[in-house]
T-cell receptor, first 112, second 112 residues
Framework: DQQVKQNSPSLSVQEGRISILNCDYT??????FLWYKKYPAEGPTFLIS?????DKNEDGRFTVFLNKSAKHLSLHIVPSQPGDSAVYFC???????????FGAGTTVTVRA | ETGVTQSPTHLIKTRGQQVTLRCSSQ?????VSWYQQALGQGPQFIFQ???????GRGNFPPRFSGLQFPNYSSELNVNALELDDSALYLC???????????FGPGTRLLVL
């Protein structure tokens, strides 16, 4: 039962433009959301997170938006850089459970 | 500050064998979670250890077992290996079961 879904397996964007990655979830008990970035042969690296009491969180070039009513979150990367080419995973947590539930990932390719 | 480390990096086993994977948590972290990532999928939660006690378990059979030591390092043991156990095994650490978890580079297991 896939509770976190990333429906776009890949995204190609030109350097300097905005990358928008989307994530949907089904479990209404999720109250904390994270984005991880993964390069080949490395473990996922934490990027940014957001609590369900907020609808936006920014950290440098990365902004995460949360729409609780739609059970949807998105990650915006502005401007996109070649080093951003990686697989991005959306993850969610229920405070009573502590485990992370992950989406299948979106592969981002930033073109020069 | 030392990050999460895992050993070995790669491992080849045959069906029916047993394997032990090891993880050292990030300095100061007392919580370790294990995940299995099959090709093309997001990480799936196996179990979590907090202060040497199992703190939650995902949908994995009992032949997946674990241990956490007083220094908060951890082991994942898999008995009676099956071909479908071939995957990347990720260890993540956090402080006091916080939602933000920090991942190691993973151990790539191939079962033949």
């Amino acid at each position: 039962d896939q509770q976190v879904k990333q429906n776009s397996p890949s995204l190609s964007v030109q350097e300097g433009r905005i990358s928008i990655l989307n994530c949907d979830y089904t479990n209404s008990m999720f109250d904390y959301f994270l984005w991880y970035k993964k390069y080949p042969a490395e473990g996922p690296t934490f990027l940014i997170s957001i609590s369900s009491i907020k609808d936006k969180n920014e950290d440098g070039r990365f902004t995460v938006f949360l729409n609780k009513s739609a059970k949807h979150l998105s990650l915006h990367i502005v401007p996109s850089q070649p080093g951003d080419s990686a697989v991005y995973f959306c993850a969610a947590s229920d405070r009573n459970d502590y485990k992370l539930s992950f989406g299948a990932g979106t592969t981002v390719t930033v073109r020069a | 500050e030392t990050g999460v480390t895992q050993s070995p990096t790669h491992l080849i086993k045959t069906r029916g064998q047993q394997v032990t994977l090891r993880c050292s948590s990030q300095s100061g972290h007392n919580t370790v979670s294990w995940y299995q990532q099959a090709l093309g999928q997001g990480p799936q939660f196996i179990f979590q250890y907090y202060r040497e006690e199992e703190n939650g378990r995902g949908n994995f059979p009992p032949r997946f077992s674990g241990l956490q030591f007083p220094n908060y390092s951890s082991e994942l043991n898999v008995n009676a290996l099956e071909l479908d156990d071939s995957a990347l095994y990720l260890c993540a650490s956090s402080l006091d079961r916080e939602e933000t978890q920090y991942f190691g580079p993973g151990t790539r297991l191939l079962v033949l």
